[in-house]
T-cell receptor
Framework: NAGVMQNPRHLVRRRGQEARLRCSPM?????VYWYRQLPEEGLKFMVY????????ESGMPKERFSAEFPKEGPSILRIQQVVRGDSAAYFCASVPGLAGGEQYFGPGTRLTVT | DQQVKQNSPSLSVQEGRISILNCDYT??????FLWYKKYPAEGPTFLIS?????DKNEDGRFTVFLNKSAKHLSLHIVPSQPGDSAVYFCAASAVGNTGKLIFGQGTTLQVKP
């Protein structure tokens, strides 16, 4: 059973470039959460999606950040015009379909903005 | 506003002894609490959880205690093993709140052989 997969594992972008982070949930899971972990901090919720629908984006910055989870393919977190403050580890977690309960995390994507 | 707090950044214990990790919360709407373990460069791994209708849940060497009146939970690891050395996060979710988890800052546990 494949777990939650994220790619790339490491991503380096220059300021002003775009970053695309991908997340494939566990088999049979149709809901995905994205979290961000800044250095020396805990994980912070960003967005919760099910296929073709954003359920809760209350943790997303208002500008430059967007997320989608298409009917086919992985969920994508997109950061436009990256700045140094976007450097962090980005984790996605999947759940079978009901909100609540334990979430299963991927290995994360470490974004470095130079 | 840090709704979930882990006030001890680090903890060091001897192998075989008990490790006690603490977590405090402020939001009385939280009804489900979880502990995750995280190694460097990996994602968090679920350890154990507890619903607000219980005050204790046990799974092997891991026991979580919940004190709702004090808004406090703790994770006990007995006996501690060197492989338990990691960062431990407590997390909480609120009823009707889409299941998103609110995490504490983490406690780094070191178990010395």
């Amino acid at each position: 059973n494949a777990g939650v997969m994220q790619n790339p594992r490491h991503l380096v972008r220059r300021r002003g470039q775009e970053a695309r982070l991908r997340c494939s949930p566990m088999k049979g899971h149709s809901h995905v959460y994205w979290y961000r972990q800044l250095p020396e901090e805990g994980l912070k919720f960003m967005v919760y999606l099910q296929k073709e629908n954003i359920i809760d984006e209350s943790g997303m910055p208002k500008e430059r950040f967007s997320a989608e989870f298409p009917k086919e393919g992985p969920s994508i977190l997109r950061i436009q015009q990256v700045v140094r403050g976007d450097s962090a580890a980005y984790f996605c977690a999947s759940v079978p379909g009901l909100a609540g309960g334990e979430q299963y995390f991927g290995p994360g994507t470490r974004l470095t903005v130079t | 506003d840090q709704q979930v707090k882990q006030n001890s950044p680090s903890l060091s214990v001897q192998e075989g002894r008990i490790s006690i990790l603490n977590c405090d919360y402020t939001n009385s709407m939280f009804d489900y609490f979880l502990w995750y373990k995280k190694y460097p460069a990996e994602g968090p791994t679920f350890l154990i959880s507890i619903s607000s209708i219980k005050d204790k849940n046990e799974d092997g060497r891991f026991t979580v205690f919940l004190n709702k009146s004090a808004k406090h939970l703790s994770l006990h690891i007995v006996p501690s093993q060197p492989g338990d050395s990691a960062v431990y996060f407590c997390a909480a979710s609120a009823v009707g709140n889409t299941g998103k988890l609110i995490f504490g800052q983490g406690t780094t546990l070191q178990v010395k052989p």
